[in-house]
T-cell receptor
Framework: GDSVTQMEGPVTLSEEAFLTINCTYT??????LFWYVQYPGEGLQLLLK?????DKGSNKGFEATYRKETTSFHLEKGSVQVSDSAVYFC?????????????FGRGTSLIVHP | ETGVTQSPTHLIKTRGQQVTLRCSSQ?????VSWYQQALGQGPQFIFQ???????GRGNFPPRFSGLQFPNYSSELNVNALELDDSALYLC??????????????FGPGTRLLVL
C-alpha cells in the first residue's frame, strides 16, 4: 500500500539556519504530495502542495519539489524563524477505486532557538 | 482560520461508552474526511463522505461510523469505546467536482480521552 516516510525528529536549529526535512513516498500511479504544519494544540494547516512531477510548491519561504525519479518531496527553507517551530507532516493523496485516500507520515518536530 | 469547526473541543469518556463528534464544513465544500491522530503520530484516515455517501474508508472497525448531512456537516460516531481510541480526531473538508478533489482544510480537532 501507499506509505510516507519522514526523517525522525526533533530537528533543532538556531534562528536563520537552513532547514531540510526529508520525505520519501511509495505509491502506485501519480499521487499529489503535500506538506502540512501543526502548531501546538491546533489542527493541521496546508503549507504547500505539488500535483505532478517536477512541480515546486512554495509558501511562506518554504519550498518542496516533487521528484518522481527519487520518489521524494523534501521540505526546505533558507532561514528559519522561532515562529516556524511546529510539527511538519508530509502526505500523499492517491486515487483508489474512485475515491482519494490520503496517507500521512509520522511527522517531524522542528524546534528553532533564538 | 479554515472555516472548519469541530465540537466539542475536549471530551472524556469511559470504556464501553459511545461518543459523537461533530464537524461543520467550510462553505461550498461537499466532501468531509475524518482522521484519528494518536499522540506523536500522523493522522490516520478513518473515512470520507461525499454528498452524504461514504466514499473511501481506512483500516478502522465498523464501530467507527459516520454521517454527512444535506448541509454537508458531519458526525463521527464511535461505539464501544476502547482505551486506544484516545486521540485527537480531525475532520477536513474539501470540494470535489468532476472527479477532482481540491485541497483539504482541517478543523482544530476534538481531543478524546477514554478512561
Amino acid at each position: 500500500g501507499d506509505s510516507v516516510t519522514q526523517m525522525e525528529g526533533p530537528v533543532t536549529l538556531s534562528e536563520e539556519a537552513f532547514l531540510t526535512i526529508n520525505c520519501t513516498y511509495t505509491a502506485t500511479g501519480y499521487p499529489s504530495l503535500f506538506w502540512y504544519v501543526q502548531y501546538p494544540g491546533e489542527g493541521l494547516q496546508l503549507l504547500l502542495k505539488a500535483t505532478k512531477a517536477d512541480d515546486k510548491g512554495s509558501n511562506k519561504g518554504f519550498e518542496a519539489t516533487y521528484r518522481k525519479e527519487t520518489t521524494s518531496f523534501h521540505l526546505e527553507k533558507g532561514s528559519v524563524q522561532v515562529s516556524d517551530s511546529a510539527v511538519y507532516f508530509c502526505a500523499l493523496r492517491a486515487a483508489s477505486g474512485g475515491s482519494y485516500i490520503p496517507t500521512f507520515g509520522r511527522g517531524t518536530s522542528l524546534i528553532v532557538h533564538p | 482560520e479554515t472555516g472548519v469547526t469541530q465540537s466539542p473541543t475536549h471530551l472524556i469518556k469511559t470504556r464501553g461508552q459511545q461518543v459523537t463528534l461533530r464537524c461543520s464544513s467550510q462553505s461550498g465544500h461537499n466532501t468531509v474526511s475524518w482522521y484519528q491522530q494518536a499522540l506523536g503520530q500522523g493522522p490516520q484516515f478513518i473515512f470520507q463522505y461525499y454528498r452524504e455517501e461514504e466514499n473511501g474508508r481506512g483500516n478502522f472497525p465498523p464501530r467507527f461510523s459516520g454521517l454527512q448531512f444535506p448541509n454537508y456537516s458531519s458526525e463521527l460516531n464511535v461505539n464501544a469505546l476502547e482505551l486506544d481510541d484516545s486521540a485527537l480526531y480531525l475532520c477536513a473538508s474539501s470540494s470535489r467536482d468532476r472527479g477532482f478533489q481540491e485541497t483539504q482544510y482541517f478543523g482544530p480537532g476534538t481531543r478524546l480521552l477514554v478512561l
